[in-house]
């Protein structure tokens, strides 16, 4: 991110330009589009220091049939991608990394890169585990806010994020994808059309191969033929569909975003390296998922009334343990020591233990000095 900082430090690039065009519900709002490439592999090597710089795929067993679910950035610069087979890539780059698949801990990345989000913005929408809306209220603060949520990401999360700007959904995740190294792309509404009309009509969302192939055969080819195109021309010649892709061509497709609701439950979860029986470091486990949900309840400004401990013996059984406070907690201390008690009622200590998952559910606000107290911790 150093060109990213050497831009703000310069006054980020394009902030003086003109203001947006005066259209939508909000004619000066701006979307950010953020996306974390390779999701699955980028948490893989954010939780794994040692594979950060190689090549890591996720998928699987490469000694049994199955595919790539995802892959690390670099593994994409080697030509591997989603859908090879684990035995190809295997065969062909020795050297990758594989890793299994960890769908909860994936869902609990998310959670954790859209709590950062929304420090920035409060109007998040999440349009996958990977990828995410933001909107600013003009153009001048959403360079800066996207800048500044990218470093946050990196330096607490350790997961690079690609950002793109413009006034719509669709502007902002194509801008994404086309933008020097280590720079953040902003198109402003006044530029947008201009924009698109580079491209060609696949990149419309939802328009397929075969509605392509209709248009080109009426001489509509790209992005810019499609914006020369009247509407009423447009409706006979693909129907219900046409009015949306004549919004979309023009950046006038201007749906309000839809934030994501807060999070029903928070957890963290840890595989051992070795199994363990050592009552003591599992305690030490616990406490150490215990600091982090106290670090995410912090910042979806939430406490928790339940808390729930998942063990997973060496063997592959599972226990899952819980308990409902009458008043809500937050802390690390009362978090831990709740789960303290939980590992208490399992066999852990008898059985060795492979992995361990902690959870708070059952969310609400915290009362006024308690939260007070949170958010003094950052």
């Known amino acids: 991110m150093d ?63 199955g595919a790539v679910t995802s892959a690390s950035v670099e593994a994409r610069a080697h030509g591997i991608s989603e859908g090879m087979e684990l035995r190809e890539v295997r065969e062909r780059w020795p050297e990758t990394e594989f890793r299994p698949t960890r769908l909860p801990r994936y869902r609990e990345a998310s959670a954790e890169v859209r709590a950062i989000l929304r420090e920035g913005t409060e109007r998040v929408e999440a349009a996958s585990l990977d990828s995410f809306y933001l909107e600013a209220s003009e153009h001048s603060v959403s360079l ?44 402003l509404a006044s530029e947008a059309e201009a924009f698109l009309s580079q491209f060609p009509l696949t990149e419309i969302w939802g328009l397929g191969p075969s509605t392509a192939e209709k248009l080109a055969q009426n001489g509509i080819h790209k992005i810019v033929d499609l914006q020369q195109t009247p509407l009423v021309e447009l409706q006979r010649l693909v129907g219900r569909n046409a009015s949306r892709f004549y919004n979309l061509a023009r950046a006038a497709d201007r749906e309000p975003l839809r934030p994501s609701p807060a999070a029903k439950s928070l957890s963290q979860e840890r595989t051992l390296r070795e199994p363990s029986v050592d009552l003591r470091t599992l305690g030490d486990d616990l406490l150490e998922l215990a600091a982090g949900l106290e670090t995410m309840l912090a910042r979806e400004r939430r406490a928790a009334r339940t808390v729930g401990l998942g063990v997973r013996y060496v063997n592959g059984d599972q226990v899952t343990r819980t308990r409902t406070l009458q008043v809500p907690i937050h802390g690390r201390n009362e978090i831990g020591e709740v789960a303290l008690e939980l590992l208490a009622r399992t066999q852990a200590g008898a059985r060795r233990c492979r992995r361990l998952r902690l959870q708070v559910t059952n969310l609400c606000r915290p009362d006024r000095g308690d939260e007070a107290r949170q958010l003094r911790l950052f």
């Open 3 to 65: 060109a990213l900082d050497r831009r703000l430090e310069s006054g980020g690039g394009r902030l003086g330009a003109q203001s947006a065009e005066r259209s939508g519900g909000n004619p000066r709002r701006m979307i950010i589009f953020l996306h974390v490439p390779g999701f699955y592999a980028a948490v893989e090597q954010a939780d794994h220091p040692a594979l950060r710089g190689r090549p890591v795929v996720v998928g699987g067993d490469p000694r049994k049939r």
């Open 144 to 187: 800066s806010l996207a800048a500044e949520l990218c470093v946050r990401l990196k330096a607490e999360l350790a997961l690079e994020v690609v950002a793109g700007i413009g006034p719509t959904r669709f502007v902002s995740q194509l801008a994404s994808r086309h933008h020097a190294a280590g720079e953040i792309r902003q198109v």
